[in-house]
Nanobody, 115 residues
């Protein structure tokens, strides 16, 4: 059983940076896709970024050039570096791992971008 725990959320001013981290416990079997999703207030959950077990990345158009997803194999974490944050980035951010048809989710971490 895979368990995911996010950390690193908080309040940041527009233009600032935050780094989210997702600690992974349990065994991952390839192929899988690691990802970050977010749910803005009053909206549906949406894809932010994904990283495949083969090393391929994909980003939502709204975050391209500002966010970077990465994995630390030694620490067994997947991170999301967020730069040049905007108020519209405010959301609960969720870590996800998808293996075939099975989805694993973390509990979410709040990111608020406001002056």
């Amino acid at each position: 059983q895979v368990q995911l725990v996010e950390s690193g959320g908080g309040l940041v001013q527009p233009g600032g940076s935050l780094r989210l981290s997702c600690a992974i416990s349990g065994s991952l079997i390839s192929p899988y896709v690691m990802g970050w999703y977010r749910q803005p207030p009053g909206k549906e959950r949406e894809l932010v970024a994904t990283l495949t077990s083969g090393g391929f990345t994909n980003y939502a158009d709204s975050v391209k050039g500002r966010f970077t997803i990465s994995r630390d194999n030694a620490k067994n974490t997947v991170s999301l570096q967020m730069n040049s944050l905007k108020p519209e980035d405010t959301a609960v951010y969720y870590c996800n791992i998808r293996h075939l048809i099975v989805d694993y989710w973390g509990q979410g971490t709040q990111v608020t971008v406001s002056s």
